[in-house]
């Protein structure tokens, strides 16, 4: 009587003393219950299964703010531009349905309004509740220079030769840094919208880097809109976002300065077939006409001086031997022909207007297959890797893969 009472003063004080723990109180596990197949006979006679459980959608989380699903927010980017502490609209519409991050960013260089009204439009028409993933728009990026109409920073400098810049660098890649930090680096992948430069004109036209299989699926999203295979130059955005791992490319529209409406429709129209494509949108899907790839492309050039008038339209195939336009001299009231080298279709082309020698007045692309293109590129980085292996055991520069790498006059 006496042990059994001690006994149970001692379970007692063991309960109060000792936190209780799960393997004092062993549970038999229940055995797994197997998951019924469907009632074919049910099937057949159209009843329909249990639907599954929806998906859930998290809040999206952006510059220390949170969207919900099915709404869209107006966030704002600060930037230091000029001494004065400024900021640029960014745009997030969070779908209700699970989904890729898609950006698309303009206005990087600001006399290049084309872009920012895509953008602009593309965002205004979407409804959160019935997209899925994300957009986020950002239809101004250089701030300062759309509002003094240019194409520059203040400081001179080219913001798409910045990225994905530095926090300590200079203004322009401060404001690259916080760009890529606070935007890029939210996203699945990024657009980023331009025009041709110092009054040239570019047909609707993607640059992308062909060699990447995640950017050529992009880029095929876009329906029948022309593809123009370039790596990029250091400092891109697209660059700098390929190279850390968001799929990007350029999408040129037009000239800079000036608002043409047709090209932004095209545009507006590409958009919307990707957002399709990437199983965003309910929408109509891009063009199913063969989309266009030149791999070889190159700047005809003015051989002299004058007013250049242009003899050809954007978009038009051209014959080797071509008159493509001729630069007329005042002075002497000569003029000089402008002739094409190649067999190919005019991608962009200067406006008509006073050159010097030398000045970049046709852009044209040789026309080639999607296969034959992925298929060239291929070819030369495997011959580039071969002749690095002998030479500097085995690095390879971007520089030396391709022969589109620079697209220069027309400059991204």
């Known amino acids: 009587m006496i042990a059994a009472c001690r006994g149970a003063w001692l379970l007692v004080a063991l309960l109060f003393v000792s936190p209780l723990r799960s393997q004092d109180f062993p549970l038999e596990l229940r055995v797994p219950v197997a998951v019924s197949p469907p009632n074919l006979v049910e099937l057949d006679q159209g009843v329909e299964p249990a639907p599954a459980a929806a998906e859930l959608v998290v809040p999206f989380s952006l510059l220390g703010r949170f969207v919900l699903p099915g709404t869209r927010m107006v966030l704002d980017l600060p930037f230091a531009g000029g001494g004065n502490d400024a900021s640029t609209p960014v745009t997030v519409i969070h779908g209700a349905r699970p989904g890729p991050v898609l950006c698309l960013a303009a206005g990087i260089h600001g006399d290049e309004i084309n872009g920012i009204e895509i953008v602009r439009r593309v965002a205004n028409a979407l409804q959160a509740e019935q997209i899925a993933g994300t957009v986020v728009a950002v239809p101004?990026?250089?701030?300062?220079?759309?509002?003094?109409?240019?194409?520059?920073?203040?400081?001179?400098?080219?913001?798409?030769?910045?990225?994905?810049?530095?926090?300590?660098?200079?203004?322009?890649?401060r404001i690259a840094h916080v760009f890529f930090d606070g935007i890029a680096r939210h996203c699945d992948a990024l657009i980023d919208f331009h025009t041709g430069s110092f009054d040239r004109s570019n047909l609707p036209q993607v640059r992308a880097d062909l060699r990447l299989p995640a950017v050529l699926q992009l880029a095929r999203g876009l329906g029948a809109t022309v593809v123009l295979h370039s790596p990029g130059s250091k400092g891109m955005l697209r660059l700098a976002a390929t190279a850390a791992g968001i799929p990007a490319l350029t999408f040129e529209v037009g000239a800079p300065a000036r608002l043409q409406?047709?090209?932004?429709?095209?545009?507006?129209?590409?958009?919307?077939?990707?957002?399709?494509?990437?199983?965003?949108?309910?929408?109509?899907?891009?063009?199913?006409?063969?989309?266009?790839?030149?791999?070889?492309?190159?700047?005809?050039?003015?051989?002299?001086?004058?007013?250049?008038?242009?003899e050809v339209a954007l978009g038009q195939r051209v014959q080797k031997g071509q008159r493509l336009g001729r630069v007329i001299d005042p002075i002497h009231n000569t003029e000089r022909v402008i002739m094409s080298p190649v067999f190919g279709r005019v991608l962009g082309m200067a406006q008509n207007q006073q050159v010097l020698p030398g000045f970049a007045a046709f852009h044209l692309g040789e026309e080639t297959s999607e296969q034959h293109a992925v298929e060239e590129a291929a070819a030369e980085i495997s011959d580039a890797a071969e002749d690095a292996s002998e030479e500097d055991g085995g690095r390879v520069g971007t520089e030396t893969l391709d022969r589109s790498a620079q697209i220069d006059e027309d400059v991204e």
């Not at 957002?275 to 003015?302: C, K, N």
Request: hydrophobic share 35%.
């Open 261 to 310: 409406v047709s090209e932004i429709e095209v545009a507006v129209a590409a958009i919307n077939g990707l957002l399709h494509h990437l199983g965003m949108s309910q929408g109509s899907p891009s063009d199913e006409a063969t989309q266009p790839i030149f791999y070889d492309s190159q700047w005809v050039r003015a051989n002299a001086g004058g007013l250049l008038i242009g």
């Open 140 to 173: 101004v990026v250089n701030l300062s220079g759309f509002q003094r109409g240019t194409r520059y920073l203040p400081d001179r400098r080219d913001l798409n030769r910045s990225f994905p810049g530095s926090r300590y660098g200079s203004m322009a890649s």
